[in-house]
Nanobody
Framework: EVQLVESGGGLVQAGGSLRLSCAASGFIFGDYAIGWFRQVPGKEREEVSCISRWAVATYYADSVKGRFTISSDNATNTVFLQMNSLKPEDTGVYYC???????????????WGQGTQVTVSS
């Protein structure tokens, strides 16, 4: 059974940092691209960042470039999202998702985690 479990969300002041984790199981870790997506009530889910199969490439939304860093640890089957210089507009529920064929496509991912709340206060 494929499982993606996010952790690391919380409340932080603007300018602060958080590191999200996505622990994956049930599939060969390197065979899947894993992305981070976020959603706020009333808005569509949006892509934040993605790391391709076998970590060949990384992708970032323009709004987070230079502030967020995605990485993976094959030893623990975990993908991390280091978020620095957080802004109130980064607030939302952050989900990780996995796909065999796609990376930065929120409508085409195969598996999703349950999400973790990130709240950035001004």
């Amino acid at each position: 059974e494929v499982q993606l479990v996010e952790s690391g969300g919380g409340l932080v002041q603007a300018g602060g940092s958080l590191r999200l984790s996505c622990a994956a199981s049930g599939f060969i870790f390197g065979d899947y691209a894993i992305g981070w997506f976020r959603q706020v009530p009333g808005k569509e889910r949006e892509e934040v960042s993605c790391i391709s199969r076998w970590a060949v490439a990384t992708y970032y939304a323009d709004s987070v470039k230079g502030r967020f860093t995605i990485s993976s640890d094959n030893a623990t089957n975990t993908v991390f999202l280091q978020m620095n210089s957080l802004k109130p507009e980064d607030t939302g529920v952050y989900y990780c998702a996995a796909s065999f064929d796609f990376c930065f496509e929120k409508d085409l991912m195969d598996y999703w985690g349950q999400g973790t709340q990130v709240t950035v206060s001004s």
